[in-house]
């Protein structure tokens, strides 16, 4: 898509929704995403009709691009309709599903339900709704159920929820007989370390990361990230991303995390647009970056607007600041309190 030069002309609110909803669209794959959606094909390919489908469980902190990978894959196998005879069939190859939070295995499984299209997905016990999602399954045509989010299963940290928990997922994915993939953070670790068979059941484990800045080797993929960025963004010029000095930039306020990078670029873009300008310049990132807040990270500065900015210097100037700040607060807690 190519988008016509602004020169210098304030644009209005619905010309700055559509620039800025095209960047929300972009999907750049992260090195490992080509290998995980071929994972994923074969996984398809492989668990239909098995005695013993594939499981696979995918996790990395949040930001990495867990939800866009399998979304993605998700959308190369749209629900359809199907005519016979006279009468019309749904199917849909592949269910994608968000966990709620603070789910339950009968919660999970009104949610399961609720998206393959069952009008009474809120009524009945667990074990109803589970033989109800068995009987979909086969009626749909689906060959794999994704449980996205799925740290929220297990949200309440407790023995009893571990338990819980981990018992539903083994049953489930031995009883529905298709593919199945889970999705979550690296915190839903423990529930493969409460119950050994669903963690051989889930044998293949692939882990998502954010980008490495390190060696010259990660700095020029990370670069090479930005450069195919710059060339989707809905401007007549390149913004330069992949120049080093801005690279180190972005890489500091992101951490190699790509929801970051696209964040930063989409209110760089509302700025630049109501400009009327034809490139997202480093003046526009700067003003970006105040609208970005990360708890986290309390004691990160603007890259945009330090004209000596040094990412070794910085990132150690904010380590230090968060280490002091760390001492304030055990110093805190250590002072005995006043006796009235």
Same mark, same amino acid.
Request: charged share 30%; glycine share 6%.
């Given at each position: 898509?190519?988008?016509?030069?602004?020169?210098?002309?304030?644009?209005? $609110?619905?010309?700055?929704?559509?620039?800025?909803?095209?960047?929300?669209?972009?999907?750049?794959?992260?090195?490992?995403?080509?290998?995980?959606?071929?994972?994923?094909?074969?996984?398809?390919?492989?668990?239909?009709?098995?005695?013993?489908?594939?499981?696979?469980?995918?996790?990395?902190?949040?930001?990495?691009?867990?939800?866009?990978?399998?979304?993605?894959?998700?959308?190369?196998?749209?629900?359809?309709?199907?005519?016979?005879?006279?009468?019309?069939?749904?199917?849909?190859?592949?269910?994608?599903?968000?966990?709620?939070?603070?789910?339950?295995?009968?919660?999970?499984? $009104?949610?399961?339900?609720?998206?393959?299209?069952?009008?009474?997905?809120?009524?009945?016990?667990?074990?109803?709704?589970?033989?109800?999602?068995?009987?979909?399954?086969?009626?749909?045509?689906?060959?794999?159920?994704?449980?996205?989010?799925?740290?929220?299963?297990?949200?309440?940290?407790?023995?009893?929820?571990?338990?819980?928990?981990?018992?539903?997922?083994?049953?489930?994915?031995?009883?529905?007989?298709?593919?199945?993939?889970?999705?979550?953070?690296?915190?839903?670790?423990?529930?493969?370390?409460?119950?050994?068979?669903?963690?051989?059941?889930?044998?293949?484990?692939?882990?998502?990361?954010?980008?490495?800045?390190?060696?010259?080797?990660?700095?020029?993929?990370?670069?090479?990230?930005?450069?195919?960025?710059?060339?989707?963004?809905?401007?007549?010029?390149?913004?330069?991303?992949?120049?080093?000095?801005?690279?180190?930039?972005?890489?500091?306020?992101?951490?190699?995390?790509?929801?970051?990078?696209?964040?930063?670029?989409?209110?760089?873009?509302?700025?630049?647009?109501?400009?009327?300008?034809?490139?997202?310049?480093? $003046?526009?990132?700067?003003?970006?970056?105040?609208?970005?807040?990360?708890?986290?990270?309390?004691?990160?500065?603007?890259?945009?607007?330090?004209?000596?900015?040094?990412?070794?210097?910085?990132?150690?100037?904010?380590?230090?600041?968060?280490?002091?700040?760390?001492?304030?607060?055990?110093?805190?807690?250590?002072?005995?309190?006043?006796? $009235?």
């Amino acid at each position: 898509m190519e988008f016509e030069r602004l020169n210098g002309v304030a644009q209005n $609110s619905d010309e700055i929704k559509r620039r800025v909803e095209h960047v929300k669209g972009i999907i750049v794959h992260h090195p490992k995403y080509e290998q995980l959606l071929e994972e994923l094909e074969m996984m398809l390919v492989l668990s239909e009709g098995s005695v013993s489908p594939e499981g696979l469980y995918i996790f990395g902190p949040t930001g990495v691009g867990k939800s866009t990978v399998t979304t993605e894959f998700t959308d190369r196998y749209p629900r359809e309709i199907v005519k016979k005879e006279d009468k019309e069939f749904p199917r849909i190859p592949i269910l994608h599903v968000r966990v709620p939070p603070k789910a339950t295995p009968r919660m999970l499984a $009104s949610k399961v339900l609720e998206i393959m299209g069952d009008p009474f997905h809120h009524k009945g016990t667990e074990s109803e709704l589970t033989s109800r999602i068995h009987h979909f399954v086969r009626s749909l045509g689906i060959k794999m159920i994704i449980l996205d989010e799925f740290q929220h299963l297990i949200d309440a940290d407790t023995d009893h929820v571990l338990a819980t928990a981990s018992n539903w997922v083994k049953t489930f994915t031995e009883e529905i007989r298709i593919a199945v993939v889970l999705c979550g953070m690296p915190e839903s670790n423990k529930v493969f370390i409460r119950n050994g068979q669903l963690d051989r059941r889930f044998c293949n484990k692939v882990e998502l990361e954010p980008f490495a800045y390190g060696t010259p080797e990660e700095i020029i993929t990370f670069r090479i990230f930005l450069k195919k960025i710059d060339g989707l963004l809905p401007f007549a010029d390149s913004a330069n991303l992949a120049d080093p000095r801005k690279a180190d930039k972005i890489y500091y306020i992101s951490k190699g995390i790509p929801f970051y990078v696209m964040k930063l670029l989409e209110n760089a873009t509302f700025f630049a647009v109501k400009a009327g300008d034809d490139q997202i310049t480093e $003046s526009h990132m700067a003003r970006a970056m105040l609208k970005i807040k990360q708890v986290a990270r309390p004691y990160v500065v603007n890259p945009f607007t330090d004209t000596n900015f040094g990412l070794e210097a910085v990132i150690r100037g904010e380590t230090d600041a968060m280490t002091r700040y760390k001492e304030k607060l055990m110093i805190k807690k250590r002072k005995p309190k006043k006796s $009235s």
